[in-house]
């Protein structure tokens, strides 16, 4: 499956997620152990704003995190046009853990999302139910990708999933998250 198809499989996905969570939840704990729920979103705000930026081959601009909620949505957006953009997946792009093709990335931004999409609907109590393809296709790039970024911080050590786990499950416990 073509990493753009799979950032549009995972949009609407995490908007539902996005969507459910109530302003009384944003400060409960996540199991992203360094994150509460409004932790996650600014993450991913934060990451949105600057990775569309590399996308387009410009400067960032400051992401606005005032209201996390409600600019989740077109913040995201707007970072997949950016990689919807002809010549976005060809740019190099200065990634967190140094330069990588803008192909390459995209399967990061995708692997984050999917992991932090469950991140949130743990932490709310909402259902998540990533087709199997899209977890399937991010799983198989996580067991080639995170070794190499396994710091405890991007992502901890491997926890052992229980027999009974999902797709999803073994892809969360894979990078570090205990079910």
């Not at 139910?129 to 190499?148: G, H, I, K, N, S």
Request: with cysteine; glycine share 10%; hydrophobic share 45%.
């Amino acid at each position: 499956m073509d990493v753009l198809d799979q950032l549009d499989l995972l949009g609407p996905l995490l908007g539902v997620v996005v969507g459910g969570i109530r302003a009384d939840q944003l400060d409960n704990p996540t199991p992203c152990a360094k994150f509460t729920v409004r932790g996650v979103l600014e993450h991913m705000v934060g990451g949105a704003v600057a990775f569309t930026a590399a996308f387009q081959g410009v400067e960032p601009d400051q992401p606005d995190t005032t209201d996390v909620l409600a600019g989740f949505g077109p913040t995201l957006n707007k970072l997949a046009e950016a990689m919807h953009s002809p010549g976005a997946l060809d740019r190099s792009i200065q990634a967190p853990f140094g330069e990588v093709p803008g192909s390459t990335f995209a399967r990061f931004v995708v692997l984050d999302g999917l992991v932090h999409g469950w991140d949130l609907a743990t932490a709310t109590g909402q259902s998540y139910e990533p087709p199997a393809a899209l977890v399937a296709e991010v799983d198989a790039y996580a067991r080639q990708a995170v070794e190499t970024l396994r710091d405890g911080d991007t992502f901890a050590a491997a926890v052992a999933p229980p027999a009974s786990a999902t797709p999803i499950q073994r892809l969360v416990a894979f990078t570090g998250r205990g079910l």
